[in-house]
Every structure is written in structure tokens, then in C-alpha cells.
């Protein structure tokens, strides 16, 4: 559950996924895609070469028509093996996730590795897996050796989380894939918190709002 008082909702949602697929990139490519008034700036815990060590965080907010501050903390995971303490910590409390996979098919084995310890330390760290906000993202689609899309979907077919495709590099999919997992994390707690009964707030309000196209910023 969101942290939460009485004037305001707090979202945290985490990027995971392999080392180099591409999180940090996602994080840096939709602050620049997010209206001014509603992000803070991103912050980087220590990179060394490229790669994250502890994590990124980017800020984020708006104001629904009740008055209710709706806000969002997105994080990055280090990728790499090394780190897995690092990224249980950082998973911990998650109300949603964005998986990040490097399309490259020569990374097949570490995207799954890195998928079922991303399953593992949400057990670990008393999230319902099963249940929990989360939309896929294929990433590095320019890359000549990327595994085709046609491919991808076969192999996701029976899963139940939506499939995004990104070149993050070139910002192209880090909005829809946000979008994506805005929807699923509304679904998931708008009765819970009454959204829509309480604080006026549709989907599509949630979304919009989020993105800077609608609503009073925070
Ligand atoms: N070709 C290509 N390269 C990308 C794309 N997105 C990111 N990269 C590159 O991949 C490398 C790793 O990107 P990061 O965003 O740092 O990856 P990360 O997942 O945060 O990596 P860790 O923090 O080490 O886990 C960088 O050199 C990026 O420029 C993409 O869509 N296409
Ligand atoms: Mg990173």
C-alpha cells in the first residue's frame, strides 16, 4: 500500500531489470519528457562508469480535484549481480514496477535471471508478486541484434503484464511504458483508496495528471 495521511498519497515504483539495460536511461529520458511543475529533479546515488550503484530517484506529483496531493517516487535498481541487497532494499515497499529488458539476444539469459530475481526479492521483501502493478519493457529496440518484437510477444504471450517496446535512448516508449504502468497501478488501488468516489479522479484524470496535461500541479 502507498504511503498515505489525510492530504496526501505517496507512490513508490521501481525500474529493475539486468545491469545495462537501460533504467537509468528510462528515468533521465521522462524527466525530460514531464512538465516542469510537476518533477523534481532527479537524483543519482553515486554512478561509477555508467552504472548505478545505489540507485536514481526521480520525485514527482499533482494535485487531484479533492485537494489530495498524488505523489510518485520513481527509482532505479543497479543491474548489476553484485548488488542484490541493494536491489531488495530498494524494491521494498514497491507499489509498482517496470521491468527493463535489454532486447539484445545476447542478454536472453540475463533478462531472465534478472526477471526471476526480481520475483524472488519481491517474496523476500513481503511483496505479492502475483499481484503487484507491473508492465514489461523491451528496450534497445535499434540495436541490429535486438530479438524481433514478433518473437518477444510469442514468448509473452501467456503472461499477464503489458509488453512495452522502447529505444529509452531516443525517449521513444519511456512515456507509454510509464503510461502503462500508471493504469495498472490505478486499477490496483482505486477502490481501495476511492479515487474516483472520494477524491474525483478517473483513470484517465490519474494518467493525465501525472503526465502534465491536465489538473492543478503539486
Ligand atoms: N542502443 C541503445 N542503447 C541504450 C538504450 N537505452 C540505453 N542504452 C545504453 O545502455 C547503456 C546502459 O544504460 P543505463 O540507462 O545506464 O542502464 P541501467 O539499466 O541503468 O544500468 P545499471 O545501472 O548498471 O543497472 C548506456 O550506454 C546507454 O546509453 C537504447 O534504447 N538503445
Ligand atoms: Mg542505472
Known amino acids: 500500500m502507498p504511503d498515505q495521511d489525510a492530504t496526501s498519497l505517496s507512490f513508490k515504483l521501481v525500474y529493475y531489470g539486468p545491469a545495462q539495460s537501460g533504467k537509468t536511461t528510462n528515468l533521465l529520458r521522462l524527466h525530460d519528457l514531464l512538465s516542469p511543475e510537476l518533477k523534481g529533479e532527479v537524483m543519482t546515488m553515486e554512478t561509477k562508469d555508467d552504472r548505478t550503484l545505489f540507485f536514481d530517484l526521480l520525485p514527482l506529483g499533482f494535485r487531484a480535484p479533492s485537494g489530495l496531493l498524488i505523489k510518485l517516487r520513481l527509482f532505479t535498481v543497479p543491474g548489476q549481480v553484485a548488488h542484490d541487497g541493494t536491489r531488495k532494499a530498494v524494491l ?98 482505486a477502490e481501495a483508496l476511492g479515487l474516483a468516489r472520494e477524491h474525483g479522479i478517473s483513470e484517465n484524470a490519474f494518467v493525465a495528471g501525472m503526465l502534465g496535461q491536465t489538473g492543478t500541479p503539486a
Open 92 to 189: 521494498s515497499r514497491a507499489d509498482g514496477i517496470v521491468f527493463v529488458a535489454d532486447s539484445d539476444s545476447a542478454q536472453e539469459t540475463n533478462n531472465g535471471e534478472a526477471f526471476q530475481s526480481m520475483a524472488d526479492n519481491c517474496h523476500r521483501v513481503g511483496l505479492d508478486f502475483e499481484h503487484i502493478p507491473l508492465v514489461v519493457q523491451f528496450n534497445k529496440r535499434d540495436l541490429p541484434s535486438a530479438v524481433p518484437e514478433a518473437e518477444v510477444r510469442e514468448r509473452w504471450e501467456a503472461a499477464p503484464w503489458p509488453l512495452c517496446f522502447a529505444v529509452a535512448l531516443r525517449g521513444e516508449g519511456v512515456a507509454s511504458t510509464f503510461e502503462a504502468l500508471l493504469r495498472a497501478l490505478y486499477r490496483h488501488h
